[in-house]
């Protein structure tokens, strides 16, 4: 379907853009008007003419912001390094390999990634809890294997399969190992699809939200989702940290995705998708 | 392989093949190995150990119900941190005391004696008993397996009953110096005793005549019966808008996934600021188009707050769901739509008879993840409404969460939680059945 784009196309376009982003917008506007203009009248007022820091300001002085973000960048990269590396054999060896039951063991990586969170959350609570590893990284790390492992094995299937299956062959015929033929004719090809899944990896544990909320309950190890949440106070809530706290989440993000989009598409859209 | 005259050289290539086939397979199952023993230990391994959970009064707050427990036990630490302090008390009164309550301390004493020995020639007791007594008097740690004895059932009632008449009679004495302090040892001797706390499948039973529950499962359907087709209808015909070739698609993709990829949380925390009842923008554009009456309703108002978390999950996924839906589009070649024009296939036609047909099993797909999403919806109710006004947007998950870490009600929180896993399991067996075996098959 090459259609031509018409010029009300256009204006769909931009019309659906700005919905999409609005919240986005209304965010950034907010975050830089100071305290007295949030409330009131000047609340639905998208400009302020005394735009201030004062919000990103309190935002890294009175709460502990920069180490809620190392939690989750230290958590979501060991999760993402470790869990694509175990992934990539067993995802090598259900795409590449023959043997008996690999569509009843892609059938449960499938299902296990379907699993709803809730229905593991109180064995792991408890187990964490009895090792003492509540309030560490690898309490995180543990429990988020349950959904980047099947979610990782189940993209990278997908991306060993792309590749052609004579270069196996070929390789055999030279005598490579099974292992040799992996380390040095598959994975180098395999590399764009294990940097795609990392990505995703990485967002899914970045994102996390009910492990990480019970889990680490200490600032010292909240993750960014959890300690945003909690800036709630008892009595008022701190919008003006809230909307700038948001924006500084959110521009590395709209960084990455800019960047990475037709790498997180393909990923995405990879085994939902029968080509 | 060395070569086998005596045998045809066909037997020999296939003996060959056999043996490359059986390593093949071997290097396959070792690879998959330690994904397979992870997912075992880390996901399935919990679920089954949630089921197990259900079945048992768990309550983490509480000492004596804090773990799951088939069989009776003596707490020996709990015991020998009472037993021989309540004795020497009881000593020291009967020393000061006047006749007849020396008397009573005596039978108390005689009593509790007789219990402690009783206890001791218990099996699993009799090698724990010296053991945390030594550790206790050196005030060393106790390991919670030392310290926790299994004992017969009848030795657990009795030792339970002995200490129950002893707190009694501790009572009637009258003339005690210190009688708080012999009534709170005896006291806390009783915990000692642990009972078991299973209970079968009480707490489903309780679960499914609990209005609360029934609230939060009819919560969660309808949050994901509507967010999911709404988030399906929108995401189809942005798909079908967006198919064509036309200037800024990056821009538009990324537009699509910044949505997607902020977390949850963080979008439930600026959806509150956006309907906030009296500086939410979205709030005050709503109530001047009449959506809702006043700003307030959003998330106040039972009808609305569920809008608005409708609303908020649409936003977040429509975009989502449009890209997978684009995807299955391009996938369908173009020649379909030419040879169907030229057969005089109207626009509409063409829809239903080319593009539905073929996006089926795409639309399924996107269908069966975003749908097991939604039910399990909880980050989103959590930040956004908290569940309320009145439990009006109460997920089921939600409530397991409450009900586990703010009730600290372990084996309800858990029935609840495989109340969860069992609808996803039919709601996903229902799509997988319409889907066939489509989604894992090779080709």
Same mark, same amino acid.
């Given at each position: 379907?090459?259609?031509?784009?018409?010029?009300?196309?256009?204006?769909?376009?931009?019309?659906?853009?700005?919905?999409?982003?609005?919240?986005?917008?209304?965010?950034?506007?907010?975050?830089?008007?100071?305290?007295?203009?949030? =409330?009131?009248?000047?609340? /639905?007022?998208?400009?302020?003419?005394?735009?201030?820091?004062?919000?990103?300001?309190?935002?890294?002085?009175?709460?502990?912001?920069?180490?809620?973000?190392?939690?989750? =960048?230290?958590?979501?990269?060991?999760?993402?390094?470790?869990?694509?590396?175990?992934?990539?054999?067993?995802?090598?060896?259900?795409?590449?390999?023959?043997?008996?039951?690999?569509?009843?063991?892609?059938?449960?990586?499938?299902?296990?990634?379907?699993?709803?969170?809730?229905?593991?959350?109180?064995?792991?609570?408890?187990?964490?809890?009895?090792?003492?590893?509540?309030?560490?990284?690898?309490?995180?790390?543990?429990?988020?294997?349950?959904?980047?492992?099947?979610?990782? +094995?189940? +993209?990278?299937?997908?991306? /060993?399969?792309?590749?052609?299956?004579?270069?196996?062959?070929?390789?055999?015929?030279?005598?490579?190992?099974?292992?040799?033929?992996?380390?040095?004719?598959?994975?180098?090809?395999?590399?764009?699809?294990?940097?795609?899944?990392?990505?995703?990896?990485?967002?899914?544990?970045?994102?996390?939200?009910? =492990?990480?909320?019970?889990?680490? @309950?200490?600032?010292?190890?909240?993750?960014?989702?959890?300690? *945003?949440?909690?800036?709630?106070?008892?009595?008022?809530?701190?919008?003006?940290?809230?909307?700038?706290?948001?924006?500084?989440?959110?521009?590395?993000?709209?960084?990455?995705?800019?960047?990475?989009?037709?790498? *997180?598409?393909?990923?995405? @859209?990879?085994?939902?998708?029968?080509? | 392989?060395?070569?086998?005259?005596?045998?045809?050289?066909?037997?020999?290539?296939?003996?060959?093949?056999?043996?490359?086939?059986?390593?093949?397979?071997?290097?396959?199952?070792?690879?998959?190995?330690?994904?397979?023993?992870?997912?075992? !230990?880390?996901?399935?391994?919990?679920?089954?150990?949630?089921?197990?959970?259900?079945?048992?009064?768990?309550?983490?707050?509480?000492?004596?119900?804090?773990?799951?427990?088939?069989?009776?036990?003596?707490?020996?630490?709990?015991?020998?941190?009472?037993?021989?302090?309540?004795?020497?008390?009881?000593?020291?009164?009967?020393?000061?005391?006047?006749?007849?309550? !020396?008397?009573?301390?005596?039978?108390?004493?005689?009593?509790?004696?007789? $219990?402690?020995?009783?206890?001791?020639?218990?099996?699993?007791?009799?090698?724990?008993?010296?053991?945390?007594?030594?550790?206790?008097?050196?005030?060393?740690?106790?390991?919670?397996?030392?310290? %926790?004895?299994?004992?017969?059932?009848?030795?657990?009632?009795?030792?339970?009953?002995?200490?129950?008449?002893?707190?009694?009679?501790?009572?009637?004495?009258?003339?005690?110096?210190?009688?708080?302090?012999?009534?709170?040892? !005896?006291?806390?001797?009783?915990?000692?005793?642990?009972?078991?706390?299973?209970?079968?499948?009480?707490?489903?039973?309780?679960?499914?005549?609990?209005?609360?529950?029934?609230?939060?499962?009819?919560?969660?359907?309808?949050?994901?019966?509507?967010?999911?087709?709404?988030?399906?209808?929108?995401?189809?015909?942005?798909?079908?808008?967006?198919?064509? !070739?036309?200037?800024?698609?990056?821009?538009?993709?990324?537009?699509?996934?910044?949505?997607?990829?902020?977390?949850?949380?963080?979008?439930?925390?600026?959806?509150?600021?956006?309907?906030?009842?009296?500086?939410?923008?979205?709030?005050?554009?709503?109530?001047?188009?009449?959506?809702?009456?006043?700003?307030?309703?959003?998330?106040?108002?039972?009808?609305?707050?569920?809008?608005?978390?409708?609303?908020?999950?649409?936003?977040?996924?429509?975009?989502?769901?449009?890209?997978?839906?684009?995807?299955?589009?391009?996938?369908?070649?173009?020649?379909?739509?030419?040879? $169907?024009? %030229?057969?005089?296939?109207?626009?509409?036609?063409?829809?239903?008879?080319?593009?539905?047909?073929?996006?089926?099993?795409?639309?399924?797909?996107?269908?069966?993840?975003?749908?097991?999403? $939604?039910?399990?919806?909880?980050?989103?109710?959590?930040?956004?409404?908290?569940?309320?006004?009145?439990?009006?947007?109460?997920?089921?998950?939600?409530? $397991?969460?409450?009900?586990?870490?703010?009730?600290?009600?372990?084996?309800?929180?858990?029935?609840?939680?495989? %109340?969860?896993?069992?609808?996803?399991?039919? %709601?996903?067996?229902?799509?997988?059945?319409?889907?066939?075996?489509?989604?894992?098959?090779?080709?």
């Amino acid at each position: 379907m090459n259609k031509k784009a018409g010029p009300l196309f256009y204006v769909f376009l931009a019309v659906f853009v700005f919905l999409v982003m609005f919240p986005f917008l209304w965010m950034l506007t907010s975050s830089i008007k100071p305290i007295g203009e949030l =409330f009131g009248a000047d609340a /639905f007022n998208p400009f302020t003419s005394n735009p201030t820091l004062a919000n990103y300001e309190s935002v890294f002085v009175n709460y502990p912001f920069v180490k809620y973000l190392w939690n989750s =960048f230290v958590v979501a990269s060991i999760t993402t390094i470790y869990t694509v590396f175990v992934a990539s054999f067993a995802a090598y060896a259900i795409a590449r390999l023959k043997f008996k039951g690999k569509t009843l063991i892609l059938g449960l990586v499938l299902s296990v990634s379907m699993f709803p969170q809730i229905a593991t959350i109180s064995p792991i609570y408890i187990f964490l809890k009895n090792l003492g590893l509540t309030n560490s990284y690898l309490g995180l790390i543990i429990p988020y294997t349950t959904f980047t492992l099947p979610l990782s +094995i189940w +993209i990278l299937v997908t991306f /060993f399969r792309k590749i052609p299956f004579d270069l196996e062959e070929a390789a055999k015929i030279d005598g490579a190992s099974l292992m040799q033929t992996f380390w040095r004719v598959i994975l180098p090809l395999a590399i764009p699809g294990i940097f795609t899944t990392a990505i995703l990896v990485f967002i899914a544990a970045w994102n996390e939200f009910l =492990f990480a909320l019970t889990i680490n @309950t200490d600032d010292a190890y909240k993750t960014v989702p959890v300690g *945003i949440a909690m800036f709630e106070g008892q009595f008022t809530i701190p919008w003006g940290e809230i909307t700038a706290a948001t924006v500084i989440v959110t521009v590395p993000l709209v960084i990455m995705v800019l960047l990475f989009q037709r790498r *997180i598409v393909s990923g995405l @859209t990879s085994g939902a998708v029968k080509e | 392989m060395e070569p086998n005259l005596s045998r045809g050289n066909k037997t020999d290539t296939a003996s060959v093949k056999k043996k490359k086939k059986s390593g093949e397979s071997k290097a396959g199952y070792l690879l998959v190995a330690p994904a397979l023993i992870l997912i075992l !230990a880390i996901a399935i391994w919990p679920v089954l150990q949630s089921f197990y959970y259900s079945m048992f009064d768990l309550r983490l707050a509480n000492p004596q119900k804090n773990a799951a427990h088939i069989s009776y036990q003596v707490d020996l630490h709990k015991y020998l941190d009472n037993y021989p302090f309540l004795i020497n008390l009881i000593d020291e009164e009967m020393s000061e005391a006047p006749g007849e309550s !020396a008397e009573q301390l005596e039978a108390l004493k005689v009593k509790l004696e007789k $219990a402690d020995e009783e206890l001791k020639k218990e099996g699993s007791v009799k090698e724990k008993y010296d053991q945390v007594d030594e550790k206790l008097m050196v005030m060393k740690p106790v390991s919670k397996d030392l310290a %926790i004895a299994e004992v017969e059932k009848d030795a657990a009632l009795q030792l339970e009953k002995t200490i129950k008449e002893v707190n009694e009679e501790a009572k009637k004495i009258k003339g005690l110096k210190n009688e708080e302090d012999v009534l709170g040892l !005896a006291s806390s001797l009783d915990e000692a005793v642990i009972k078991p706390n299973f209970i079968g499948f009480e707490s489903y039973t309780e679960k499914l005549q609990d209005k609360r529950m029934w609230l939060a499962l009819k919560n969660t359907t309808v949050f994901t019966v509507i967010s999911v087709f709404v988030e399906l209808v929108l995401g189809l015909a942005i798909a079908l808008l967006i198919n064509k !070739a036309f200037f800024g698609r990056g821009l538009v993709r990324a537009t699509i996934l910044i949505p997607w990829a902020i977390p949850t949380a963080v979008s439930a925390l600026m959806w509150k600021y956006l309907y906030d009842g009296q500086n939410g923008i979205v709030a005050k554009v709503f109530a001047e188009i009449g959506l809702v009456d006043n700003m307030t309703d959003l998330l106040t108002s039972s009808t609305g707050a569920m809008f608005s978390v409708i609303f908020a999950d649409v936003w977040k996924t429509t975009p989502y769901m449009a890209l997978l839906l684009l995807a299955g589009l391009q996938t369908i070649p173009s020649s379909l739509y030419e040879a $169907a024009s %030229i057969d005089g296939a109207t626009k509409w036609k063409q829809f239903t008879t080319v593009t539905l047909p073929l996006l089926k099993s795409s639309i399924l797909v996107a269908l069966l993840f975003r749908t097991l999403d $939604a039910f399990r919806v909880f980050d989103l109710v959590y930040v956004l409404t908290g569940g309320g006004p009145a439990s009006s947007t109460e997920t089921i998950s939600s409530l $397991a969460y409450k009900v586990m870490f703010e009730q600290s009600n372990f084996g309800d929180g858990s029935a609840l939680s495989v %109340i969860v896993f069992v609808c996803v399991a039919v %709601i996903s067996m229902i799509y997988i059945k319409f889907l066939g075996r489509d989604l894992l098959n090779d080709k």
